[in-house]
């Protein structure tokens, strides 16, 4: 165990923690008109994919936030980082200084950055957990999930993970039962997209005319209890896509590409313009990925399944 001098005292140090956290796909993105706060109110079914970050909470001298992995370079390391604003969030809510001792947090990331599968939201949950773990804090999971909705809409979910419907801006949570694995494959666009900018374009599209909306999620609920993916990928829908398609028309040969390479169904994830297919089994997610990477449309092609937890010390102590 190390130890290190803290007003004059010397002090235990508690070890590094390490939480896994993961992605998030909506299977169903219902977006309805835009709110006074500015916020659409939404209804979704998320599910928690294992393409993931790993987040590590540390005491150490110099504090503040590192980012490593896929599209580190565009993710700001300042106040603005999402994990940053955790550590302070968590902090307040239980009235502990967060620079005595001070804290580091290391991002290794593996979500794509501005991608619409939610990665500053998963690390601002693992900065939750790791943070609670790290302190010993006695908070339970609804407690985090409180703090977790103030910090953003998905914050709440990759902190639960699994599947849910989402309400409100996407914060309010119901788990839905889903029996099954579902096999993805995940194809990485060149370059991110803003999601208040694709919200503007469905505003802007809504204005103009009528792009077309999901219908309604009740059968999304019941393909995932059966656990058919060919009965799921009849209903994927994402009232997003057209926006984010209108903002990055390439998406729409993407979206083409993994289909001709043997997947059910592509959709944009969110408010994109990462797409994700859902396969078959998991050899036909390899397969449709090895097809995908060769077909030049996208960045980069990863396979991924759900559900999966939320937000999971892998490494270090578990809180009490
Ligand atoms: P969502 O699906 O929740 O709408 P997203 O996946 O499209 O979000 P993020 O990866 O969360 O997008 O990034 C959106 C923006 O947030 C980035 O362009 C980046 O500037 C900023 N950001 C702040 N903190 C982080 C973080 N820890 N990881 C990634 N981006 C972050």
Do not use: Y
């Amino acid at each position: 165990m190390r130890t290190r001098r803290l007003l004059g005292v010397l002090a235990v140090v508690p070890p590094p923690v390490t939480v896994r956290v993961p992605s998030k796909v909506n299977l169903h993105l219902a977006v309805g008109e835009a709110r006074q706060d500015g916020f659409h109110e939404l209804s979704t079914v998320f599910q928690a994919l294992s393409l993931t970050d790993e987040v590590t909470v540390a005491v150490a001298d110099e504090p503040g936030v590192e980012v490593i992995g896929e599209g580190a370079a565009e993710v700001p390391t300042g106040p603005s980082n999402l994990a940053w604003q955790a550590v302070q969030a968590l902090a307040e809510h239980v009235g502990r200084d967060h620079t005595e001792p001070k804290i580091r947090v290391v991002i290794r990331k593996g979500i794509p950055v501005a991608g619409g599968m939610a990665g500053g939201s998963a690390d601002a949950a693992a900065v939750l957990v790791g943070l609670a773990s790290l302190w010993r804090l006695e908070v339970g999971r609804d407690e985090l999930a409180g703090v977790a909705s103030k910090l953003g809409s998905d914050v709440p979910f990759v902190l639960q993970g699994g599947t849910a419907l989402g309400t409100g801006r996407g914060e309010r949570l119901i788990p839905v039962l889903s029996r099954h694995q579902f096999h993805w494959v995940i194809a990485f666009d060149r370059r991110g997209l803003s999601t208040p900018k694709v919200f503007e374009e469905l505003d802007r599209l809504r204005a103009e005319g009528d792009p077309p909306r999901v219908g309604a999620v009740e059968p999304v609920l019941e393909a995932l209890a059966s656990g058919d993916p060919r009965q799921l990928a009849l209903l994927l829908g994402n009232d997003l896509q057209s926006a984010a398609i209108s903002l990055r028309p390439g998406l729409r040969r993407t979206l083409r590409a993994g289909v001709n390479a043997g997947a059910l169904a592509g959709t944009v994830s969110g408010s994109g313009p990462t797409c994700a297919f859902l396969c078959t089994d998991a050899e036909a997610a390899l397969r449709v990925a090895a097809e995908l990477a060769g077909a030049g449309v996208c960045r980069t092609v990863r396979v991924a399944h759900g559900p999966v937890p939320g937000a999971r010390v892998i490494g270090g102590e578990e809180a009490p």
